[in-house]
């Protein structure tokens, strides 16, 4: 994995951004982004082994405050087959959001998965307003519809996590 900026760098407000590809060393500041998100439900937990193979094809956004990166985005492409790949852990810290820096951190995933050759990508969200103005819909071709089926509340994947990491 390389550690260069990507051409995807934006300034807004007074803070500029860059989006590259994560890299191992980011792994601490990943999970710090992560765990408020996780805390409100609004991202699932993910063990650390879980966090380490969605950063192959995951891309951090970054700032320089201070002469110091801050990590203050997230999110990563999981590739489940030639055919489909999803967004997974999108986040942007709080007081770095609006500033187009998931759009950033989407688009970096979408050309990831159209770079390794991915037919569609999907995303799963509560924000479908902001994943229809990247070009996502709810249709598939011919008009096919995703439906899910859930096997496991939230609640229990986020109660199970909690008494897994409380053994470790």
Same mark, same amino acid.
């Given at each position: 994995?390389?550690?260069?900026?990507?051409? $995807?760098?934006?300034?807004?407000?007074?803070?500029?951004?860059?989006?590259?590809?994560?890299?191992?060393d980011d792994l601490e500041?990943?999970?710090?982004?992560?765990?408020?998100?996780?805390?409100?439900?609004?991202?699932?937990?993910?063990?650390?082994?879980?966090?380490?193979?969605?950063?192959? $094809?995951?891309?951090?956004?970054?700032?320089?405050?201070?002469?110091?990166?801050?990590?203050?985005?997230?999110?990563?492409?999981?590739?489940?087959?030639?055919?489909?790949? !999803?967004?997974?852990?999108?986040?942007?810290?709080?007081?770095?959001?609006?500033?187009?820096?998931?759009?950033?951190?989407?688009?970096?995933?979408?050309?990831?998965?159209?770079?390794?050759?991915?037919?569609?990508?999907?995303?799963?969200?509560?924000s479908d307003e902001f994943?229809?103005?990247?070009?996502?819909?709810?249709?598939?071709?011919?008009?096919?519809?995703?439906?899910?089926?859930?096997?496991?509340?939230?609640?229990?994947?986020?109660?199970?996590?909690? !008494? $897994?990491?409380?053994?470790?």
């Amino acid at each position: 994995m390389t550690s260069k900026p990507t051409s $995807n760098a934006s300034t807004n407000a007074s803070t500029s951004h860059s989006i590259r590809r994560a890299h191992y060393d980011d792994l601490e500041g990943i999970q710090q982004l992560l765990q408020p998100f996780v805390e409100q439900r609004k991202l699932l937990r993910r063990m650390q082994s879980e966090l380490i193979l969605l950063m192959a $094809n995951g891309f951090v956004a970054e700032v320089i405050e201070s002469g110091k990166a801050e990590i203050v985005g997230f999110a990563a492409v999981e590739i489940y087959s030639r055919k489909l790949g !999803e967004i997974q852990c999108l986040a942007v810290k709080d007081g770095y959001q609006g500033r187009g820096i998931g759009s950033d951190l989407v688009k970096a995933c979408v050309d990831r998965a159209k770079d390794k050759g991915i037919l569609e990508v999907m995303a799963i969200s509560a924000s479908d307003e902001f994943l229809r103005k990247l070009g996502f819909d709810y249709s598939l071709p011919e008009q096919k519809r995703a439906l899910f089926f859930q096997l496991h509340s939230r609640d229990d994947i986020f109660r199970d996590t909690l !008494e $897994n990491d409380e053994q470790d």
